[in-house]
């Protein structure tokens, strides 16, 4: 598992495409959209929801995933509450 979010509130992953040049390291989901489960309020267990990634390139790739809370006009919000955890938000995928 590299990349698991638990205990949150919906999540909007933005991708981007470009191409690979030889020789270099890409990640890849295989869905561009991931639709997350309802989360009732006051939930004693947390959700999770796994969601892959993986190595499309020839070499290690390191990741860091960075964690924004956006507006829908894409703003961003300066909040002191985490909205999820991430079990291995940096690491290297082989």
Known sequence: ??????????????????????NKGMIALKRQKYQLPDTPIGQLLPVSFPIEINNVGCINVRYVVEILELLEDGSKVKSQ??????????GIIN
């Open 81 to 90: 509450f985490n909205i999820f955890d991430i079990k291995n938000y940096q």
């Open 1 to 22: 598992m590299i990349l698991q979010i638990v205990n949150g509130k919906p999540l909007l992953i933005h991708l981007m495409g470009m191409t690979l040049a030889p």
